[in-house]
């Protein structure tokens, strides 16, 4: 399940283009006020499978028709438009709820009106489907480096990249589920035809809190497990979701 939030911006907002933080902070404070325990939970622990650890939760960058980007800041000019995604219905339920009757959403010091929020239509899951990226895709892995274990952000090409990502989806449906998919076959593919148009510019260097995030942004190809595709959809494909990374849509 996802929601759609639009808010108004008056007569502008500016912010800065690493706005992520800003994002998932609005979403902790709403659990914070609303289920203080699971937001302490959330927050420290999240669902533990295999070692990993997941928020199930996702949300897209800060969208508009009239934007623009001035050095490290990003300046909007019409209604905003931001969805947020997770498998868990009655968090994503309360908070669509919260953000109508609270009527604003806080962003740093800026309180936008919120215009409406509404719940798009959940696709139909088949066995191969193509997506566009909301926000940005982060796989990474640790690899060893000067002979050293290393965090690794992988780029397009990575050899290794359609199999992480069908071991981060599996992980994900089992802490969604309790259990493993019966179906966990899954490849991933970036679409050729828009790197090359794009001459391989298709990455974007994110600033979290002052950790640098490399993430993807290009439409791709999956197939397979529909059950593997919809936890990508619903929870984000890739990593650290709950910072806002590899929201998609169909």
Known sequence: MRIK??????????????????LAG???RFL??????????LHNKGYAVAGKHFKLFTFSQLMAERRRIIGNKIRFRSTLTWFVSSPIERFLSHFAD?????GQLSLGHHHLPVKDVTVPRIPHFQSEMHFRCLSPIVMSTV???????????????????????RHNLTRKHTAIHGHAPHDDTLTFAFDKN??????????????YKG???RGI????????SPALIQVGYECGVGDKNSAGFGMVEV
């Open 143 to 165: 690899r060893n480096r000067d002979g050293k274990q290393a965090m690794h952000y992988c780029l397009p090409d990575d050899p290794a990249f359609s199999k992480l990502i």
């Open 32 to 41: 914070a006020e609303s289920d203080p325990e699971y937001a302490t939970f």
């Open 98 to 102: 919260t953000r109508l009757t609270e």
């Open 211 to 213: 950790i640098k995030i």
């Open 5 to 22: 939030i639009f808010a108004d911006v008056g007569d502008g907002l500016t912010l800065s283009i690493n706005y992520n933080h800003l």
């Open 194 to 207: 828009y790197i090359n148009r794009k001459q391989g510019r298709v990455t974007r260097l994110t600033d």
């Open 26 to 28: 609005v979403i902790y």
């Open 217 to 224: 942004l290009c439409p791709f190809r999956v197939t397979g």
